[in-house]
């Protein structure tokens, strides 16, 4: 019930136009989510996890949301909905084209045509991807990938089944062990 609510209030709030600004990076809004909500729950992070202007690819290096996600599922149930375009995970060859980040203004002509470029495009993408998971897997949070290309409410529906079903096998106490 509380899913639907969450995903009704999301087709009812208002769309932002693409060139508004944010003043609130995702783990200030982690943060403030922390602060605010005192009880225990499941909370609910929808984002596609990129930082604006962040160029670092390697799963080393920690992004800076994970620490205070971290923190969010020491209290609290966790799941994070990484949204994502299926043209970012294989990009389309569609000639050339401007490619332009809202959140920074960067822009450039690309070549996908060429596929050099492509690959080179598909393998930075499939790095970010994997820090994201790493990192998610570090802070201790269920994981969830939304792709636009598919059903959401299949997608969601089938990890909440098989977290269940997974979870109920981690919370039952050993065989001859007494509750």
């Not at 994070?80 to 990009?91: K, N, S």
């Not at 389309?92 to 492509?118: K, Q, Y």
């Not at 970010?128 to 969830?144: D, F, N, S, Y």
């Not at 098989?162 to 919370?171: E, M």
């Amino acid at each position: 019930n509380a899913l639907y609510g969450l995903l009704g209030r999301m087709l009812d709030e208002p769309i932002t136009p693409d060139q508004e600004g944010g003043t609130l990076e995702i783990g200030d809004g982690i943060d403030n989510l922390y602060r605010s909500q005192r009880r225990r729950g499941l909370r609910i992070v929808v984002s596609d996890f990129l930082i604006p202007g962040e160029q670092e690819v390697s799963s080393e290096i920690p992004p800076s949301w994970e620490r205070p996600l971290r923190r969010l599922a020491t209290r609290n149930q966790v799941l994070c909905l990484e949204v994502v375009d299926a043209a970012e995970l294989e990009f389309p060859d569609v000639g050339e084209i401007l490619i332009r980040d809202p959140e920074s203004d960067f822009s450039r002509f690309v070549n996908t045509s060429d596929t050099r470029a492509r690959e080179l495009i598909d393998k930075a993408a499939a790095a970010q991807r994997a820090r994201i998971a790493v990192a998610m897997r570090r802070a201790g949070v269920a994981h969830l990938q939304l792709r636009t290309d598919r059903d959401w409410v299949q997608d969601i529906a089938r990890f909440l089944f098989t977290y269940r079903k997974t979870a109920s096998v981690l919370h039952t106490p050993p065989q001859g062990v007494k509750t």
